[in-house]
Structure formats: C-alpha cells, structure tokens
C-alpha cells in the first residue's frame, strides 16, 4: 500500500519504473517478433500435411510417418542464443539495450552484427510505455494502455518483417477491448461493440471494392481485424482519425520510398504499422485532436 501511495504521489517516480519495465517488455516482443512467425508457419505446415494425407487417403486420417521427435521450439525455449554461431547469450549479454551498446552491436563470441530491430524494439517499447504513465498517471488505465501499447508495437514489427499480423495478438486485442468497455475503461460497451463492427466492415468493404476494380487485393485481412480492435478499444467516433492518420502517413512513405529507395511500386508495404500508430496516438491525444478540428 506504502508503494502504491508513494506511485501516486510521485509521477516522475511512476514514468521512470514504467519506462525500465518497457525495456524488459521490449526485450521480450523481440522473441515474439522473431518466434511466433516461426511457430505459425510451422503449424501451417503440419495442417497442410495433414490435410493432403487425409485427402489422399479418401478422407480418412493415415498414420504418420515415424520421426526423430523435435527438440520443443516456442516464447521459452530453446533460451536465446546467437542465430549465427548458435551459443547461447549470457546473461550479462542480455539486458536491455544496454547490452547492445557495451557490444557494439555485435554477438559477444562470433562478433556478427546484431539487428538494428533488438535494441530499436527494446527503447521504442520504453519510451511508448512512459508515455502511456505520463498521459495516464497510475491506475487502471495505464495498465490498460501499457497492454495496448505493447501489443501494436509487436504486431507492428512483425508485420514490417513478414508482412503479417498473427491472431494470436490481433484477436485477444479485440476481446480485451470489448471486456474494458464493460467498465468503460475507455469507451463504453455500446460504443466498443459498433466500432468493432465498424472497423472491420470499413476495411473490408475498400478490399472488396479495390478488388473488383482492380482485380488486386490492396490489403490483408489482418488490418480488417486490426481496424476492428482498434474500434474497440477506442470506439466508432475515432476510426475516422485513425483511417485518416494511417493513410496520410502511409501514403507519405510509400512516396518516399518509391522516390527515394527505389520501391517498386507493385511491392506491397505493410499498412498495419500505419494503423497501429494511429491507434496508439488516438488512444493517446485522439479526443484533443478531435475537439482542435471541430473548433
């Protein structure tokens, strides 16, 4: 109770605790960013498997072949470890972006580069996380909005590697958000349950309709969910903010990358961390945005 009383009485102290928690968050959406795409296709590879052999097999499931049985790959296990000499990571060798810079960037034992991604993931996650403190203050909604944060930011690294934003994230956000408008959290549950609806059949009705006047499809159905979620969370009155926000950013990159990096333009570019950062920014300041146009 003494600690409680003494966060709430000290905010510095709060966004400071909040910002050292980030990093060890940060430090642990690395593994998911790296691991999950990896678990996914693995399960999608057994499905289609199994799948094929049953098909083959007149619809009746076959025995499978016989394996050496696979050492356990998932968030735990194996511990971390360099992906190019294969040892393990030391402990001293593990702590949040401290450890990248003492290295130089650099595995400890082969000396090869580490991504740019770990510590950028890492001090992101920080600085995101004592905004949410500072914004907030204690309480539940800080609590709240640290989850939020956490979640788009791994999405949204994973989906920047892989073009992909995983269910595993993207629907227990949507359901979290539902269950906080029972509390009214944020939004309330009426609110919550039309901009879930809203933001899922938005997205949807522009993929079908860029499709058939294109014949491409311009989105995935990750950022119909997304949409949705974020719909939830911040209700139906912030998706037009958030539509707006993405696309002028995502618009003002894809140009820059064409004209700059040399993009193709038919290469597809990840519109989930445009989506996420908007969401982040109208849970954020979305109300005074709202109030500054409307006067």
Not at 110 to 131: D, F, G, K, N
Not at 284 to 294: A, E, P, T
């Amino acid at each position: 109770m003494a600690l409680i009383a003494l966060l709430q009485q000290q905010p510095f102290l709060f966004i400071a605790l909040t910002a050292l928690l980030g990093l060890v968050v940060g430090s642990f959406l690395n593994v998911v960013v790296h691991r999950l795409p990896i678990m996914m296709k693995a399960q999608w590879r057994q499905e289609c498997h199994e799948f094929l052999a049953c098909h083959e097999n007149g619809g009746d499931l076959i025995p499978q072949e016989t394996t050496a049985p696979q050492p356990p790959y998932n968030l735990l296990t194996p511990a971390s470890h360099c992906p190019g000499c294969q040892k393990p990571v030391r402990a001293i060798h593990n702590i949040p972006l401290l450890s990248y810079l003492l290295l130089r960037g650099r595995c400890a034992d082969c000396h090869a580069p580490i991504a740019w991604r770990y510590p950028l993931t890492e001090l992101l996650c920080a600085v995101l996380s004592a905004a949410v403190a500072w914004r907030f203050g204690y309480g539940l909604a800080a609590l709240c909005g640290l989850l939020f944060t956490w979640a788009l930011l791994c999405m949204s690294m994973i989906d920047l590697e892989q073009q992909l934003l995983p269910d595993q994230i993207v629907l227990p956000l949507l359901w979290l958000g539902l269950l906080l408008s029972l509390n009214a959290i944020y939004v309330d549950s009426h609110t919550a349950i039309v901009g879930a609806v809203v933001g899922y059949l938005s997205l949807w009705s522009i993929f079908q309709g860029f499709r058939l006047l294109t014949g491409k499809e311009g989105m995935g159905y990750g950022d119909f969910k997304l949409l949705a979620a974020l719909g939830a969370w911040l209700g139906w009155q912030m998706l037009p903010l958030v539509i707006l926000l993405s696309s002028l950013v995502g618009a003002v990159v894809g140009i820059a990358m064409m004209l700059f990096r040399g993009h193709d333009r038919n290469v597809p570019i990840p519109f989930g961390p445009f989506l996420a950062a908007a969401g982040w920014i109208a849970l954020m300041w979305g109300q005074k945005i709202l109030d500054f146009y409307l006067r």
